[in-house]
Structures are given as structure tokens and as C-alpha cells.
């Protein structure tokens, strides 16, 4: 009896194991990208971080686990909860480069704590909490979006500037083809907010979109100051 016994929990355990997995699989990731200008206009205001007003740069807004039909999955592991300790020694680089700007957490904490429970551990079989902000901060300096658009001479004045402009640029500078996001401000202009781009199952590395969000901008950006 305890041998079968014992043979019973283990093909449990690999039924487990593999509902799990097969609920945490995914097609490829889109990693966001914020530009906080576009974000403070259409909010009316902006909380920064309590280290102050970050840098004018793009801020990463997640790593999301998607699927080839559009959709994501969203909060797989509700037991793998965020713990701060394990990302103390990125604390400083993600105050940096994946500030929050919404009220009421200005450290930060909060808002990783919800990007980690929402979409990281979607991808937990494949990137532990660590490794998902560390693949996160990779990421954000390889593609260096602020530098690709002011090598085009796309800059952060308040000015205009084409969409098809914008994307041009990201993907010589990138290789692979963005999804650009826009906001509208009360004057109705459309304002760029935030670029996907495509990453591949292991994190390592862009690919090209195999599906984009829903959604549209004017032919005329507007690339707000901050």
C-alpha cells in the first residue's frame, strides 16, 4: 500500500506540475516602454519617486508573457507573491528606469509588486522574480529608445513628428519592428506614451511581433516635454 500510495502522489504531483505549466504558457513577451512626459499631460499631474523627478527618459512599464492571439495571461500564481529582499540590489536601477508615476506608492515597491504578481509570474517556469526585472533593466538599455528617436532627430520638445518617423527609427536602431501607443491630451493631440517590442520566450532577445495591441495614433505625433 505505501509503494502505491507513494506512486499515486507522485503522478498527482506531475498532473500539478503540468496544469501549471500548461496554464503559464506563453507565446512570446511584449516589453513596454513609458515615455512620463505623455503620461503627466493626460493625467493632469505626476507623482514621482521619492529619490525625486527621475531622469527624461523612457521608464519600463512591464514584461508581459503574450500569446500569439492577442491575449495575456494575468495573475497565474497568486501564492508567488513579490518579495522585495530578492531584488534589493536592482532597488536602485529600477528607481531609475521603472519609476512610478501614480499615486500612492513613490518608491516603487508597489508598483513592481503589481507587475510581478500580474505578469511575471506568468513567465515563472522560465524567469524567477529576479531574473524577470533583471531581464527587464537588460532590455530597456539594449533598445535605449530616447537615443534611437534623437539620432533621427525626434525629440522630447513639444514638437510633431510622423508615426511612420518614430517607428522607422526604433527599428533601425532596433532591428525589429515597435508597436507605438499614444495618448490623447485635452487638446486632443495624440501624444506618443508607450513602445512594445517583441521578445522571444527566453527573454534574451527581440524578435519581430507576431501579433500587435488593439489600437491606433494620429499620422502626427506629438512628443511631449518633461
Known amino acids: 500500500m505505501g509503494s502505491k500510495?507513494?506512486?499515486?502522489?507522485?503522478?498527482?504531483?506531475?498532473?500539478h506540475l503540468a496544469i501549471l505549466c500548461s496554464s503559464q504558457g506563453f507565446d512570446f513577451y511584449y516589453f513596454v516602454q513609458q515615455w512620463p512626459g505623455s503620461y503627466c499631460d493626460t493625467q493632469n499631474s505626476c507623482c514621482y519617486p521619492t529619490t525625486g523627478k527621475?531622469?527624461?527618459?523612457?521608464?519600463?512599464?512591464?514584461?508581459?508573457?503574450?500569446?500569439?492571439?492577442?491575449?495575456?495571461?494575468?495573475n497565474c500564481d497568486s501564492n508567488n507573491r513579490f518579495q522585495q529582499s530578492q531584488i534589493s540590489d536592482l532597488t536602485s536601477s529600477l528607481q531609475r528606469n521603472w519609476p512610478t508615476l501614480?499615486?500612492?506608492?513613490g518608491s516603487g515597491v508597489q508598483f513592481w509588486t503589481h507587475e510581478w504578481e500580474k505578469h511575471g509570474t506568468c513567465s515563472e517556469s522560465v524567469l524567477k522574480q529576479?531574473?524577470?526585472?533583471?531581464?527587464?533593466?537588460?532590455?530597456?538599455?539594449?533598445?535605449?529608445?530616447?537615443r534611437a528617436l534623437a539620432n533621427a532627430g525626434i525629440e522630447a520638445d513639444g514638437g510633431?513628428?510622423?508615426?511612420?518617423?518614430?517607428?522607422?527609427?526604433?527599428?533601425?536602431?532596433?532591428?525589429?519592428?515597435?508597436?507605438?501607443?499614444?495618448?490623447?491630451?485635452?487638446?486632443?493631440?495624440?501624444?506618443?506614451?508607450?513602445?512594445?517590442?517583441?521578445?522571444?520566450?527566453?527573454?534574451?532577445?527581440?524578435?519581430?511581433?507576431?501579433v500587435f495591441p488593439k489600437g491606433r495614433c494620429g499620422s502626427q505625433i506629438q512628443?511631449?516635454?518633461f
Open 160 to 210: 510633431f513628428y510622423s508615426l511612420s518617423s518614430i517607428t522607422g527609427a526604433i527599428k533601425d536602431a532596433i532591428g525589429y519592428t515597435p508597436y507605438v501607443e499614444c495618448n490623447v491630451d485635452a487638446s486632443r493631440n495624440s501624444q506618443l506614451y508607450q513602445v512594445y517590442l517583441c521578445v522571444d520566450t527566453s527573454a534574451s532577445g527581440f524578435i519581430e511581433c507576431p
Open 5 to 15: 500510495g507513494s506512486i499515486s502522489m507522485k503522478l498527482l504531483l506531475l498532473l
Open 54 to 74: 527621475p531622469a527624461a527618459d523612457f521608464g519600463i512599464h512591464g514584461l508581459w508573457p503574450n500569446n500569439k492571439d492577442g491575449s495575456y495571461p494575468s
Open 223 to 225: 512628443f511631449p516635454t
Open 102 to 105: 501614480a499615486c500612492p506608492s
Open 130 to 146: 529576479h531574473d524577470y526585472f533583471e531581464a527587464a533593466l537588460d532590455l530597456k538599455q539594449r533598445a535605449n529608445l530616447l
